[in-house]
């Protein structure tokens, strides 16, 4: 064997390493680029294994409702398990994005006008429709003084009523007896803004007007409303600033962002999420360009044409539509999780804790958790606005689950509400400094807030109506023009007298232990001289 070398392999070891991986055959090559593809997608994706994970409940022990309608509900109580090949919640995303395998069916449009002018079209699709057959896409009145039960739906940013996920829904709800009209934000929808009002994640008062209108056409008719991702946000704060001054019946949110800010530092931390900014910023902008000759008008036109991420659309463009002096404080008012202990109403919120798009991070877990209307359900994965299961992704789980969530509902005792069993929400927050107000409990148990002077008048009153019925505890709730009813104003004080006789114990022993830490670098070397002291005496003695 000729183990002679070269003097140009002496000076190049480059060329030994050169020849020795020459030999080594370039199927091997193939193969481990292939490993090192499938590790950076499975890295990259997030790529799981495909199993059954439970369904994740959080809600108040001491409810009712909860309890009803967690025993009710057996998706709830069950499992949710992910198509196989969309064992990812990026190609869950994706797939819903690019595919999203809905059914086909067209809407009947109603045109409803704002009182400051602008557009809002709504997309019913009744239940008649989809049992009669395809119908067809008509302006006018839809029919309907009936008591069929109706679902308010409220898409998610810049989608509207052709979204995959929102006709999956939409066709679901139809086909089991309900009648589902699409609220679709401000521009969208193929409708021209007429006014200089944009919606953005915060803006409520088209949803208030909307589902007043709605009631209006349909007083008979229970009243049920769904919100996706932005969508979700909007309609949980909407019921927190209304409480129970609403014609809904329930609710349900999906994908909620709750918090904008940490969802705003959430998606910037990552590539692949950034990959989702760059495309939710694209989507805006062509929302934008579709409206050019007013957003230009009322917004920074060349700043939104040069915006990377939504932080800096949101900077150029709502921060100054909406009036907020920076784009923070825009997604701290915005944001619906400060609205949760208000809600008064029954609400089911979904949320995957592999959501990309709005992060776990921001789920109010506390807040969920003290208000009695309230079931959190969460899942190990699902994507954002996915939840795809099947071999042939053909179903979606949160769609099955908000409509077996609103069958429940509206076959309990709960439905009525105009009945006495109308649940208080409990907020976290205090708002006892709105206003002196006096609490009064009436023969029947009801408690009530009022003025000073409005009780004052009531009882005057009637004295001189019937001075046999002296002891008969009159009502008159104070209004106010935050459209919240007294539950709003006997909530924080009921729940401040809880907390504070719950935790006094607690308190007191954190007083004493802050106090001895404290003082202890003054204290704690007299003490130990003392005792120092103490035990020489005790040796001499």
């Given at each position: 064997m000729n183990c002679t070398i070269t003097e140009e392999e002496l000076v190049s070891p480059y060329l030994i390493l050169f020849k020795s991986l020459c030999l080594i055959p370039f199927f091997h090559y193939l193969f481990f680029l292939f490993l090192a593809i499938l590790l950076f997608l499975y890295l990259f994706l997030e790529i799981h294994f495909p199993r059954s994970d439970p369904i994740s409940l959080t809600f108040n022990p001491n409810s009712d409702l909860c309890q009803f309608i967690v025993s009710k509900c057996r998706l709830l109580h069950g499992r949710y398990f992910p198509t196989i090949w969309l064992s990812s919640p990026h190609l869950q995303t994706a797939f819903l994005s690019l595919f999203g395998n809905s059914p086909p069916f067209c809407y009947k449009r109603n045109l409803f006008q704002a009182t400051d002018g602008g557009t809002i079209a709504l997309d019913w699709l009744m239940h008649s429709d989809v049992v009669e057959g395809i119908s067809q896409v008509v302006n006018g009145s839809t029919p309907g003084n009936d008591r069929t039960p109706i679902a308010i739906v409220v898409p998610g940013l810049t989608s509207d009523s052709t979204a995959a996920y929102i006709k999956h829904l939409a066709f679901r709800l139809a086909k089991e007896g309900w009648n589902v009209v699409v609220s679709n934000h401000r521009g969208l929808g193929g409708i021209s803004l007429t006014s200089d009002c944009v919606y953005n994640a915060g803006w409520t008062e088209d949803l208030r007007k909307v589902i007043d209108h709605i009631h209006s056409q349909f007083p008979e008719a229970p009243l049920f409303a769904v919100g996706t991702s932005i969508g979700a946000n909007v309609l949980v704060k909407y019921l927190g600033e209304d409480g129970t001054d609403t014609p809904l019946v329930g609710a349900t949110a999906v994908c909620s962002p709750w918090d904008l800010l940490i969802c705003d530092r959430f998606i910037n931390r990552k590539l692949v999420q950034?990959?989702?900014?760059?495309?939710?910023?694209v989507g805006l902008q062509g929302y934008a360009q579709l409206h050019h000759s007013i957003i230009s008008r009322i917004a920074d036109w060349e700043g939104?044409?040069?915006?990377?991420?939504?932080?800096?659309?949101?900077?150029?463009?709502?921060?100054?539509?909406?009036?907020?002096?920076?784009?923070?404080?825009?997604?701290?008012?915005?944001?619906?999780?400060?609205?949760?202990?208000?809600?008064?109403?029954?609400?089911?919120?979904?949320?995957?804790?592999?959501?990309?798009?709005?992060?776990?991070?921001?789920i109010p877990w506390d807040e969920c958790r003290g208000n009695k209307n309230i079931v959190l359900a969460t899942t190990t994965h699902g994507g954002?606005?996915?939840?795809?299961?099947?071999?042939t992704a053909s179903s979606m789980w949160w769609v099955r689950a908000v409509q077996e969530y609103f069958e429940v509902l509206l076959s309990s005792p709960y439905a009525d509400r105009r009945q006495k069993t109308q649940i208080i929400p409990e907020p976290l927050e205090s708002s006892i400094d709105q206003g002196p107000y006096i609490v009064e409990t009436g023969e029947d148990g009801l408690v009530a807030a009022a003025a000073p002077s409005e009780v004052e008048t009531t009882r005057a009153n009637a004295e001189e109506e019937d001075s046999a019925q002296i002891g008969k505890t009159s009502y008159h709730l104070h209004k106010d023009n935050t459209r919240q009813g007294y539950n709003s104003l006997i909530g924080p004080l009921m729940n401040r007298v809880d907390q504070l006789s719950r935790y006094s114990r607690k308190s007191v022993w954190l007083l004493a232990y802050i106090a001895i830490v404290s003082t202890w670098p003054v204290l704690g070397p007299a003490l130990l001289l003392s005792i120092k002291k103490r035990f020489r005496r005790l040796i001499k003695n």
């Open positions: 950034k990959l989702y900014d760059r495309v939710l910023t939104i044409k040069k915006s990377r991420s939504v932080r800096e659309f949101d900077n150029y463009a709502t921060r100054l539509v909406a009036k907020f002096e920076t784009t923070d404080a825009y997604y701290r008012h915005s944001s619906s999780a400060q609205f949760v202990g208000n809600v008064g109403v029954p609400l089911l919120c979904i949320s995957a804790l592999d959501d990309p798009v709005c992060t776990r991070e921001a954002h606005l996915a939840y795809y299961e099947g071999i």
